[in-house]
């Protein structure tokens, strides 16, 4: 699974701490989302969309949708 994680935190001038304490989550946790190292749960998946104004969906790319 792919994500664009830091696209959209940049978007909004977010740093991996930032979210994460917007998540409830340690900055480790977020850097290994992005590095496609560790797979979120659900809840925290939608607090993630949530907090970058997107959607799961646009956030998260599954192996199979492609490059």
Same mark, same amino acid.
């Given at each position: ?16 701490? =930032?979210?994460?304490?917007?998540? =409830? ?11 496609? +190292?560790? +797979? ?6 939608? +607090? ?8 799961? =969906?646009?956030?998260?790319?599954? =192996?199979?949708?492609?490059?």
């Amino acid at each position: 699974m792919r994500t664009k994680i830091k696209e959209f935190r940049a978007r909004y001038d977010l740093t991996q701490e =930032d979210l994460a304490r917007i998540v =409830d989550v340690r900055r480790e946790t977020i850097l290994l989302i992005e590095k496609g +190292n560790y +797979n979120p749960s659900i809840k925290l998946a939608h +607090n993630i969309a949530k907090a970058l104004k997107t959607t799961i =969906d646009e956030l998260f790319l599954f =192996d199979d949708q492609g490059q």
